[in-house]
């Protein structure tokens, strides 16, 4: 598929990243065995600080971006800020709850343990619930987004995850009957959300005022991409260490696990796009606020799946096939946009 842009090589082949680390994680955890439990043992408050450590460098640097005094542009275009809200928080979390109620407990019962069906649900539920906040700068940039509206909406999003995530997961996880820690819920959100989102703002505001803000984009951001992308390949690697008896054991659970997040990909997608043409937003605003919608901030997702349930859990491996789908699918869906332009 040809693209009109350059994308980054990471960006480009993230998908082969993952798969690479998943056959890494899987082969160590194989051959290692018992001896990286004691990874899993190095926890606070059911927080593994390992993990943690590796997602918050995943999660800071992309904090980084958000620039919160684009919210005052939120007037500028507010069918499009309002209708991305409405999709991200009103119809996405629960048209994911429901595939996955669909899939893991009806289609898959043959498959799949009714037992452990509810930790599989909870792990799309979680994708579902965080709208995504860092590769949606790519997909917009890729399909002549309004990068104005993109980051606008990005902001909006991040505060609204402050004070909508934890009541939706809850209410959700709720009715599939899977009996959560709400205390280990919250400290999830601070440790992963509203600590790195304020360093991040602090952070920004120094450097800017001291460096400017043309340093700060170009030179400063550009370092710290690599530390995120080595943190997400280790936090790969380790999940799969965890999870690599499971997945011997019913090799085809990948594959599982990704038709409903694939479905739902394109379901929410489809709804935002044409819904914005409905709407009379124009593309450069429609193409983004659909790409927002159906991407996810799989970094939180993986953080709050691996805190409630443990690296061993389904919930955590599904939020990672989340990642390993996220991009081949999201590229197609940019094609889409570029051939539909209006």
Known sequence: MALKKPISLFDRYLSVWVAICIAAGIVIGHFAGGSIEVINSLEIANVNIPVAVLIWLMIYPMMLQIDFTSIKKVSEKPRGIVWTVVINWLIKPFTMAFFAWIFFTKLYSAWIDPSLAGEYIAGAILLGAAPCTAMVFVWSYLSDGDPNYTLVQVSVNDLIILVAFVPIVGLLLGITDVVIPYETLVASVVIFVVIPLVAGVITQRILVNSKGEEWFKKEFL???????????????????????????????????????????????????????????????????????????????????????????????????????????????LVAFANRKKY
């Not at 929410?268 to 914005?276: C, D, K, L, S």
């Not at 996810?296 to 990672?320: D, K, M």
């Open 222 to 332: 550009p370092k710290l991409k690599p530390i995120s992308i080595i943190a997400l390949l280790v936090t790969l690697i380790f999940l799969f260490a965890f999870q690599g008896q499971n997945i011997l054991n019913n090799p085809l659970i990948i594959l599982l696990a990704a038709i409903p997040l694939v479905i739902q990909t394109y379901f929410i997608f489809f709804i935002a796009w044409y819904g914005g043409k409905k709407l009379n937003l124009n593309y450069a605003v429609c193409a983004p606020a659909a790409m927002i919608g159906a991407s996810n901030f799989f970094e939180l997702s993986v953080a709050v799946a691996i805190s409630l349930f443990g690296l061993q859990s389904p919930a955590a491996l599904v939020t990672v096939v989340g990642v390993l789908v996220e991009v081949p699918v999201m590229l197609s």
